[in-house]
């Protein structure tokens, strides 16, 4: 979606500037008018954004679930005290990240100018995503804005606990395979290159393991910028046609015919769905308006697909299970926990049901996989290494043997 520069006034006759993102300037327009804002300047934003030379590396420049839980945490807190909307933001800017202060300070502006703060969560769709804005909608129309607050929070640090845990578990085999990298290096490119020159001269050809270990190092040595070249190529190819709808779609079918991986992605984007579903139902979002907001959080193609028939489905006037009878043969169970949801009219609790059952089972698979390729690895590397410094050892005792 494109953004726009603008330049506005308050209300209170004061100067505003920042971005917003719309379909078109019109609607930019229309958007900060509703807002109160007399807009004198607009104009699309340049492309790019920060330098990366200005960009924080560590990522403090970004707004992540840890910031969004922190706020929805102390906001949420603040109102169920009885604060306003306006003495709560307030509040929480004080105290807020450095990434997040501004986006805060531009909500109590929009806020203190009288609009809602939906909208005003709107007009930042890099801090606060659709689902999120859709149910603080929610919220303020049926005056149950705490609640919906608190299910976002358990939303999100749920989320946030899954992602912590696969990169924590990542980290042992992640450290196990760059340690095997930089000894072998080090082997192929010291202990090798100083033993070769031994047999020259001997009449016996030297080791298995010195003569291979030898031609990787010449061929690396020799093709280092071809092989540089070709990682370069091959990212920026990724990177060009990674969005392109049919390599999207490739790597979803992909992604669901390998047996392992399979149950994870599964796992994972019905988690993902149906708690999002679920917090959206709970806040009294209507089932059509929260199926549109998430359907863009779905990575999978096939199950963006199959929400967006349920959407089709839903708007005939059909049921939600029978608009997501596409994800049958992967979720059979999951589609049954729905139909019994929709009849006896406790559709947000199945689905919030069917989201713990789906991330517990994702975290088990994930921790059973790890259990079986952390030994692995370990196996695999210690056996490479292991044998080319035995075939290394064997090789100067021979030398010692020709010497005599």
Not at 16 to 43: P, W, Y
Not at 159 to 165: P, W
Not at 188 to 207: Q, S, W
Not at 332 to 341: E, P
Request: proline residues 5%; aromatic residues 6%.
């Amino acid at each position: 979606m494109p953004a726009f520069a603008y330049k506005a006034y308050a209300p209170d006759g004061r100067l505003r500037t920042g971005r917003i993102e719309a379909e078109g300037r019109e609607r930019a327009v229309s958007a900060l008018r509703n807002d109160g804002l007399q807009v004198f300047e607009i104009a699309p934003a340049a492309a790019g954004g920060v330098p990366f030379w200005r960009r924080d590396l560590f990522g403090r420049d970004r707004i992540n679930d840890a910031g969004r839980i922190g706020f929805l945490k102390e906001f949420g807190t603040l109102l169920g005290a009885g604060l306003t909307v306006d003495r709560a933001l307030r509040l929480v800017e004080r105290q807020a990240s450095g990434a997040l202060r501004p986006v805060l300070s531009d909500l109590l502006e929009r806020v203190m100018a009288g609009a809602a703060l939906s909208r005003a969560m709107s007009a930042h769709p890099q801090a606060f995503p659709p689902d999120m804005i859709d149910a603080v909608r929610a919220g303020e129309a049926t005056g149950t804005l705490v609640g919906v607050l608190s299910s976002l929070t358990a939303s999100l640090e749920r989320r946030d606990a899954v992602r912590r845990h696969l990169t924590s578990s990542m980290v042992y085999p992640a450290i196990l395979i760059l340690m095997a990298i930089g000894t072998l290096a080090m082997v192929i490119g010291v202990l090798v290159p100083a033993l070769a020159p031994l047999f020259d001269g001997t009449g016996k050809p030297a080791p298995l393991a010195i003569r291979a270990a030898s031609a990787l190092g010449d061929a690396l040595a020799a093709w280092w910028p071809v092989l540089l070249g070709g990682v370069f190529v091959t990212g920026a190819l990724l990177a060009k046609f990674w969005a392109n709808p049919a390599f999207a779609a490739f790597r979803s079918r992909t992604a669901l015919r390998l047996p392992i991986v399979r149950e994870i992605v599964v796992g994972a984007e019905l988690g993902r769905i149906c708690r999002v579903l679920g917090t959206l139902l709970e806040a009294e979002v209507q089932i059509p308006d929260a199926v549109a907001a998430t359907r863009p959080l779905a990575r999978n193609g096939l199950f963006r697909e199959a929400l967006a028939q349920a959407s089709r489905r839903l708007s005939e006037g059909g049921s939600l299970a029978s608009g997501l009878a596409g994800l049958r043969p992967y979720a059979a169970s999951t589609l049954n926990l729905i139909t019994s949801g929709e009849q006896v009219n406790r559709l947000g609790t199945v689905l919030l049901h069917a989201a713990e059952m789906h991330e517990t089972r994702t975290r088990e698979q994930i921790d059973r996989l790890l259990a079986l390729l952390t030994p692995l690895v370990t196996v695999t590397i210690g056996g490479l290494i292991g044998g080319l410094i035995i075939s290394v050892m064997s090789a100067i005792l021979s030398v010692g043997d020709l010497a005599q």
